[in-house]
């Protein structure tokens, strides 16, 4: 058995959509980013990445390769997953937190949930995600921007 940690934050940018964990949640800013910018599923691949010691997203998919401008994270997220795949892991669970003051995220985590689970062809059961507020303190805190960190456990 194998575990990684993953951490990803992103500034507040308009006229973005706002993307968490493969959906696009209703708010009134998106993420700035190279791709989409969705900060959950960029922990949980770089989670999965480094529990197969396999590097990090910003190796695997650089922001310096325009094959990467504006894509869809859920399409890195499969492709880090057959990369693991191939060196023989099998995931036995993913756990995340996204850290934001705005907006509540309750209401759209069991979405999440599913939209992962079904781009890694897995259980639901496998993926934790939670949402947190700093209370005010720091850059999410003061509503500049979300932040997302995920643990992934892999079995050889």
Known sequence: MRIGIG???HRFQPGR?????????????GLSGH???????????????????M?????????????????????????????IQKAGFCIINIDSVVIAEEPKLKDY????????????????ELISIKATTT?????EGRKEGISAQSVCLLEN
């Open 7 to 9: 951490y990803d934050a």
């Open 17 to 29: 959509p706002l993307v968490l964990g493969g959906i696009v949640i209703p708010y009134k800013y």
């Open 35 to 53: 791709s989409d910018a969705d900060v959950l599923i960029h922990s949980m691949i770089d989670a999965m990445l480094g529990a197969a010691n």
């Open 55 to 83: 590097g990090d997203i910003g190796m695997r998919f650089p922001d310096t390769d325009q094959r990467y401008k504006g894509i869809d994270s859920k399409q890195l997220l499969k492709t880090a997953y057959q990369m």
């Open 109 to 124: 985590i069991s979405s999440m949930c599913e939209k992962i689970a079904s781009v890694l062809m897995i259980s639901k």
């Open 135 to 139: 209370e005010g303190m720091g850059f």
